[in-house]
């Protein structure tokens, strides 16, 4: 995976509506004040709604997210090397502006 991954999905996704910004001491992507992406630990993390989470982890290409174990973040998946990041990304955002 290329090192500059995140400043390049920062790059393409920041644009007025979208920010970056700081959730939980790691760098995030933000729709008005909701995050809907983050990067941990080299990992990228996206919220998106239960179907398409389901779908993603079933595939294998994510796994709930548990930023401590045994403790799940709802609505939140760990994406996996293999999956498209930038599609899912959009899906991530659009979902959340949704909710807004």
Known sequence: MPEDWWEDLVERSC????????????????????????????????????GRRDELVAAGQAEPFEPMPGRRMNGWVLLGGSVARA????EARAWVESQQ
């Open 87 to 90: 599609p899912v990304v959009d």
């Open 15 to 50: 644009d007025g509506d979208v920010t970056a910004g700081s959730m939980f001491g790691c760098r995030g992507l933000r729709t008005g004040r909701r995050f809907f992406a983050i990067r941990w630990h080299e990992q990228l993390v996206v919220k998106l709604p239960a």
